[in-house]
């Protein structure tokens, strides 16, 4: 009998992990903290929220005797801390957001697990999910594996990268189990529109222009968001406690590449002539300190899990496009008051 607190569950990536282990362990007790953010949606979860076994919790990181009550209250026995402002570009704008959820939110939930636990860590887990921004940038070759020294770019991967360092210390310190397991971009359902794929198919909905940053030739390793949660799944119950695993889906895309297949995906979909969409392609000034290629040596979690993605990146781009394109209720819920002024502020003169 598990009673798991899962942060950050109304968000994208864990809104999937909290859907998977609800309906996949229906004697496990799931409860969902989010303090709902403009990143927090709870329709994301419509479809499972009357199980039986699903309770959320409206509570912000920041506020620890809520945390403490919680943690009373269901009895937890483990946590998946997915909780954490997660956009680079916020974090160029107001670095200390980061500061106070990523870094302060994370050591006020590990403070509240060591007491709860304090009788017998060993029953215990507290797994933390990370990034791959918290190993910097490699250059046109290479991987970054779990040994890679640590070099944040960013305001929000130095937060990761610190709130990774603070989960360590306190394996070190008070010998709590923990894992951490640091994954490349994922992409899927439910993916807030300020990233770049969900960003990127609603305007090509709105035939509005494609912001591609600098010269295009930026990297990333996509892997779809199911697959994350399924990676999440085997760390949780099989990884060995105090170890590091990186997950990704040696899936290595240049921005401007990515950006075309979307538009030829789109235009197939929408109906629309070859290449009309590529024409809302417009270059725009770069993001300062931007990170040039991530790319995961996943090797470790396959040869020890046996985990490797499921589903190919074709596969699921079009099963996104597929979700946005039957989702525009969830899209337009979202992409109207404050993303708008969002959405100014970041493309408007760059
Ligand atoms: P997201 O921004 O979609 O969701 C974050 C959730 O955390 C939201 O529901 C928000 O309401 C909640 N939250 C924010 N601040 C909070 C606070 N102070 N207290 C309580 N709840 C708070 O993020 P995501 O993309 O789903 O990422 C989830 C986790 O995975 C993050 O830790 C992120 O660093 C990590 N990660 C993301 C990616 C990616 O590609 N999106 C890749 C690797 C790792
Ligand atoms: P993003 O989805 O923000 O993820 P991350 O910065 O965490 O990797 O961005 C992915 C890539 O796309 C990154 O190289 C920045 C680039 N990008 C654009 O070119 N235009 C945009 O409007 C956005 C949001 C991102």
Known sequence: M???LITGGAGFIGSHVVRLFVTKYPQYKIVNLDALT????????KDIDHSANYFFEKINLLDPDKLNEVFKKYQITDVIHLAAE????????????????????????????????????????????????????LGETGLFTESTPYHPNSPYSASKASSDHFVRAYAETYHMHTVVSNCSNNYGPFHFPEKLIPLFINN?????????????????????????ALAIDLIFHEGK??????????????????????????????GREMGESEQLIT????????????????????????????????????????????????????????????????????
């Open 86 to 137: 997660s956009h680079v570009d916020r974090s160029i704008v107001s670095p200390l957001d980061f500061v106070y959820t990523n870094i302060i939110g994370t050591v006020n939930l590990l403070n509240t697990a060591r007491h709860a636990w304090k009788d017998n860590y060993s029953q215990h887990l507290f797994y933390h999910i990370s990034t791959d921004e918290v190993y910097g940038a």
């Open 38 to 45: 403009y990143a927090g949606n709870l329709e994301n979860l």
């Open 204 to 228: 090509i909905i709105n035939k509005k222009p494609l912001p591609v940053y600098g010269d295009g030739l930026y990297t990333r390793d996509w892997l779809f968001v199911k697959d994350h």
């Open 241 to 270: 406690p105090d170890e590091t695993y990186n997950i990704g889906g040696f899936n290595e895309w240049r921005n401007i590449d990515l950006v075309k297949l979307l538009c030829k995906l789109m235009d197939e979909k929408l």
């Open 283 to 350: 270059y725009v000034k770069d993001r300062p300190g931007h990170d040039r290629r991530y790319a995961i040596d996943a090797t470790k979690i396959n040869k020890e899990l046996g985990w490797k993605p499921t589903v190919t990146f074709e596969e699921g781009l079009s099963q996104t496009i597929d979700w946005y394109l039957s989702n525009t209720e969830w899209l337009n819920n979202i992409t109207s008051g404050a993303y708008e002024k969002y959405y100014n502020l970041m493309y408007t003169n760059r």
């Open 2 to 4: 598990k009673n798991i």
